[in-house]
Every structure is written in C-alpha cells, then in structure tokens.
C-alpha cells in the first residue's frame, strides 16, 4: 500500500472510498459490509490481507477480495489523500482534478492550503474548499478562508457582467459567502 496520511478520515470517506473506482470489484454494498466490520482500517486489510477481508465479509470471495486489493496497490496517489478527500464529501471529478493539477504537492497543498485551489483547481467552489478546509480544523477567521470568499465574490460580481466590484461590495459579498 503506498503512503499512509495522518489526515483525517471518517468511516463514511473509507465507505465511498472503496465504492468509488479505485477498488475494483467492491461498489456500494460491499464497500459497506467492509466498513461495517473493519472501520477506517478497511482499506489497509483489503489492501494488505484480502484473505482477512474476504473471510471477515460474507459473499466478498477471495477472487474479488484479491482483484480489490492488486487495484488499490496500483492507484498510484497516495490513498491517504483519496480516502480524505471521500471523508470530505468531495467527489470522484473534482479529486481527479485535484491530482491533475498538483500532481506529488498535492497532499501538501490539501494540507496546508486548501482555499488556494479555489483560484487553481477548475470550477472548484469555496464550498468544495472549505469542506476540507473544516475537516483539517482551520477556523472561520483564518486569513486563508475569508481570502477565498473574497475571491468567489469577485468570480461572482464578474459571472453577474460587472467590470469591477467597489471593495465595500466585494467584502460584504466575501463575508456572506464565508458565513
């Protein structure tokens, strides 16, 4: 299995993970009985012991249980940061975006500075950013945070055909966004 992340993660993230396409063969209902039994340690015993995992869940089988785990040794981004991204609710396009923009930084950009990808991930939201940025624990006046809501409204005032936003719009605009 390749790095294992200290980010953290949810039951819920490791279910949609394993659903998701990066374990072949397991989709909803297994990805569910493999939580169900393993918690956040799903992925590490599919990827590590498949025989464990296809023992411990009824109807998994050794066969998918095996074909699992060869797909997960092969995702080549660190799983870690796939498993958190799905414990933050963020879906299968916008992580792919993610990887494709920042490739090996992108644990660390996740990590240390999720709003930055509002500017720099494609049609990624404030919202999508800030989901993670409240999984990491970064707080509501971090300087970070109300710089992307102050970023969106601007987006905003220019989607609406406005040339330019007076500061006083942009930042009451910014302060509604960031909530």
């Known amino acids: 299995m390749n790095e294992t992340l200290s980010l953290p993660v949810t039951t819920e993230g490791v279910r949609d993970f394993l659903a998701g396409p990066w374990a072949a063969g397991i989709g909803p209902a297994y990805a569910?009985?493999?939580?169900?039994?393993?918690?956040?340690?799903?992925v590490r015993v599919l990827a590590e012991n498949p025989a464990?995992?296809?023992?411990?869940?009824?109807?998994?089988?050794?066969?998918?249980?095996e074909?699992?785990?060869?797909?997960?040794?092969?995702?080549?981004?660190?799983?870690?940061l796939l498993i958190f991204l799905c414990s933050c609710g963020i879906g299968e396009t916008y992580i792919e975006r993610i990887l494709a923009k920042y490739r090996k930084r992108a644990?660390?950009?996740?990590?240390t500075d999720p709003y930055s990808m509002v500017?720099?991930?494609?049609?990624?939201s404030f919202f999508t950013a800030d989901k993670i940025g409240r999984a990491l624990g970064i707080p509501d006046g971090d300087p970070r945070?109300?710089?992307?809501?102050?970023?969106t409204a601007v987006k905003r005032h220019a989607e609406q055909g406005?040339?330019?936003?007076?500061?006083?719009?942009a930042v009451?605009?910014?302060?509604?966004?960031?909530?």
Not at 67 to 80: M, N
Not at 107 to 111: G, S, W
Not at 145 to 151: C, G, Q, S, Y
Request: overall charge negative; proline content about 4%.
């Open 162 to 169: 406005h040339l330019f936003a007076t500061p006083a719009e």
């Open 52 to 65: 464990e995992a296809a023992a411990a869940v009824p109807g998994l089988g050794t066969a998918r249980a």
């Open 32 to 42: 569910a009985r493999l939580t169900e039994h393993f918690g956040t340690d799903a």
């Open 119 to 124: 500017e720099q991930v494609w049609q990624l």
């Open 145 to 151: 945070r109300l710089t992307a809501a102050l970023v």
């Open 67 to 80: 074909g699992a785990s060869e797909s997960l040794r092969a995702v080549t981004a660190p799983l870690g």
């Open 107 to 111: 644990t660390e950009v996740v990590a």
């Open 172 to 179: 009451a605009e910014g302060a509604r966004i960031a909530g």
